[in-house]
């Protein structure tokens, strides 16, 4: 600042990248710093534990190359989380993102009683993902939970959802659906209420069907938002782990984990540390290999 | 005069930083203590011996079992670290003595160690050094309500073998009563019973000569051990839905009066108050102990006990004060009022007269008698190690897992360590 003052006004005299170098060099280094320190090398002290059979305490010193990683290949219970997020993947593009932008069509519009749904809908993503976990913990309960309660009412014996390695993770799907379709449906209305109210005028005068204006009016102008809920979904579903704790813990059996969840049940708790890193590694190259490869695809010109 | 004033200005200093650092000893005490009278205990022992070392202070810091297991690796490496810390020795802790953060404190104290019996005190030590000291001696026993047994017409005294036990548990289920509640969500529960028949199939030292062994895991005293546990879940004895029952909501139910059997640490004595529904749980007098069933041709007697040591080990760099707290904390006076209320069965020696509860004082015989106290599987072995165990436990009793692969998943375990 003091250079480009006692240099006489900036603009006129000196070439503008220099301005723009010493506003560089102060601005850059804070954000810098706090990024390498926090991002970068945690990053890297990952990578590199990934190659040692290390506990936790002390330094890592027992070098084993890539034998976690081998490791990992062959656990089947890795095989599984895996599997179960491409699940979670699946279920929030085919169920929750077409629930989300219906509900949006319907309450994007301006009438009595849209906020009251718009903020019940929302409510789910508001509560924090333990307490949310805590609360369906209690209602898929066999003994004291409300949908056991009706299955007996009904005639059934007790139903014990979470317990059942063959129904826990749909349950769970169930859940994941619940909390987060809000989100994305918020997503969709302010998208909705960006859109032009002329194209829709237009498109009447020029005598679209309701389902033609969705379809050539309504989806082309909401394409960016869209491809931008599929992206935070993806990621969201790829790194999901808080609900499953108090859910399930990953029962039973395991078949309920997540890479996430797998990578503190099998890592951190079983105090495998480069092992726990190693699956740390192969999910953080997932998640950037999808985010860089989306992005270029398909959110180019967004 | 120059140099008197020297002294004098070096004895002032020294006194001030002397006092100073006096002033201001904080021990810090990281348990997994939760029920509520015994924190009562505890609190007012803190309390006396603040009134009796006027400027130290300690605080007792709680975290839940699976917490404290997965946040002390960062804790103990941290500068904000606990004095003393919650241990059961065993792998955990020598990983923790290899990597230098628990402390030597052999001879910091005569008296601690004359303190303690010396078979549970070993417990917290390592080739020779004392590392701490445990505060109490537990055992895994079959704790069984009277009243349900008596509904059944099932005799506890007749329940000497597997036999016996498997028949036992027909009779409860023909009377309508779920024989076994099992917190198997927490799979640690359901490792005690594929340890204790390791311990009758193989005998006491079957672990140190697996350990020493090639293969020795995938031996035939595992794999017995998973057909007998696979035998026993093919009865469906557990509650419904144990597969997800984690342990603090097993304790609850069968202080409720859910289920007649719980395999379990005397902690259960407790923990069956604090989480049943009223809190009150069983009366004493209605529940009963028994050692776990031998098996036919196995080479473990009935007075082989699985059980473990709790107690506190001392962090890196703690100041001397700390011992001098634990032997204050672990003195007769104070835990002898922990045996009279049945607390736990402490470790400090000239307790044992204190116990009053009946059920608490069989299961302290128990000890006294052993054989061989094998310590926790899943402490034993160390974490990676004992994790498995847990998961393969309740693998077998699923059906998903055959007895044989289970014992090889131990055994790669082991070898991967």
């Not at chain 1, 936790?56 to 190359?65: K, T």
């Not at chain 1, 989300?100 to 929302?122: D, E, H």
Request: aromatic share 12%; proline share 5%.
């Amino acid at each position: 600042m003091r250079m480009a003052s006692e240099g006489g006004p900036s603009l006129a005299n000196g070439p503008m990248w220099r301005s723009g170098l010493v506003t560089a060099a102060i601005m850059l280094p804070p954000a810098l710093i706090l990024f390498t320190v926090f991002v970068i090398l945690p990053i890297g002290e990952a990578a590199w534990y990934s190659f040692f059979n290390w506990d936790g305490f002390g330094r890592p010193l027992h070098f084993v190359g890539l034998t976690n990683y081998l490791q990992l290949l062959g656990d089947s219970a890795f095989d599984h989380a895996v599997a179960d997020n491409l699940l979670i993947i699946a279920v929030s593009l085919l169920i929750q993102l077409p629930l989300a932008l219906g509900l949006a069509l319907l309450l994007s519009r301006r009438q009595i009683g849209t906020a009251v749904f718009r903020l019940i809908f929302f409510l789910p993503y508001v509560l924090a993902d333990v307490a949310a976990g805590l609360i369906w913990r209690f209602v898929f309960d066999g003994n004291y939970g409300p949908i056991s309660s009706l299955a007996v009412a009904l005639g059934a014996g007790p139903v014990f959802l979470l317990a059942d390695p063959r129904w826990a993770f749909s349950a769970v799907l169930a859940v994941i659906v619940w909390k987060y379709f809000g989100f994305h449906m918020m997503l969709y209305i302010a998208g909705l209420q960006g859109i032009d109210r002329d194209l829709y005028e237009a498109a009447a005068i020029d005598g679209a069907t309701a389902r033609q204006r969705f379809r050539y009016v309504t989806l082309p102008q909401l394409a960016p938002m869209i491809r931008l809920s599929i992206f935070f979904s993806v990621i969201g579903s790829l790194q999901f782990f808080d609900m499953i704790v108090p859910l399930t813990g990953g029962g039973p059996l395991n078949s309920t984990n997540t890479m996430v969840s797998f990578l503190y049940y099998f890592g951190i708790t079983r105090m495998r540390v480069g092992f726990g890193s190693a699956v740390g590694v192969v999910l953080f190259v997932i998640c950037v290999t999808f985010a860089f490869g989306y992005r270029r695809l398909f959110m180019r010109n967004d | 005069m120059k140099a008197w004033k020297f002294v004098g200005a070096a004895m002032g200093a020294a006194l001030l930083v002397s006092s100073a650092a006096k002033a201001d000893v904080t021990i810090k005490v990281l348990h997994l203590q939760d029920s509520g009278p015994t924190l009562d205990l505890w609190n007012q022992i803190v309390k006396d011996y603040e009134a009796a070392n006027p400027g130290q202070h300690v605080q007792l810091q709680f975290l839940e079992n699976e917490a404290l297991k997965a946040k002390l690796p960062t804790m103990l490496q941290s500068d904000d670290r606990p004095n003393l810390f919650h241990s059961w020795g065993g792998g955990v802790m020598r990983a923790q003595i290899k990597a230098g953060l628990a402390e030597d404190v052999t001879g910091w104290s005569g008296d601690l160690e004359k303190e303690l019996s010396p078979g549970a005190a070993s417990a917290l030590t390592d080739q020779g050094k004392v590392y701490g000291a445990p505060f109490d001696v537990s055992e895994v026993s079959l704790f069984y309500n009277k009243a349900l047994f008596a509904k059944a017409g099932v005799k506890a005294e007749d329940i000497k073998t597997w036999d016996d036990f498997l028949a036992a548990l027909k009779k409860l289920k023909a009377a309508g009563i779920t024989p076994i509640i099992c917190g198997a969500g927490d799979k640690w529960p359901m490792h005690f019973y594929w340890s204790y028949l390791v311990l009758r199939a193989g005998g006491g030292n079957i672990l140190a000569e697996a350990g020493a062994a090639k293969d020795g895991f995938k031996g035939p005293a595992f794999v017995e051990a998973g057909k007998r546990l696979k035998e026993l879940a093919d009865l469906n004895p557990f509650q419904d839905g144990y597969l997800g029952t984690n342990w603090n909501d097993s304790a609850g139910m069968w202080g409720d009066g859910k289920g007649a059997i719980q395999l379990m640490g005397n902690w259960i004595m407790t923990a069956q108050q604090t989480y049943a529904a009223d809190k009150k749980g069983q009366a004493s007098d209605n529940i009963g102990v028994l050692p776990f069933p031998t098996l036919p041709g196995g080479k473990g007697a009935a007075n082989v006990t699985l059980g473990g040591v709790d107690g506190f080990l001392v962090s890196k760099d703690s100041p001397k004060e700390t011992v001098q707290f634990l032997t204050y904390f672990l003195q007769p006076k104070y835990q002898q009022v922990a045996a009279a209320k049945g607390f736990y069965i402490p470790a400090t020696l000239g307790t044992s007269d204190s116990i009053a509860d009946p059920v608490i004082k069989q299961v302290a015989s128990y000890i006294a008698g052993s054989s061989k106290h094998q310590l926790f599987f899943d402490q034993d072995l160390g974490p990676s190690v004992g994790r498995v165990v847990n998961d393969t436990s309740v693998a077998i009793a699923a059906g998903q897992v055959s007895p044989e692969d289970g014992a090889a998943a131990v055994q790669k375990a082991w070898d991967e360590r």
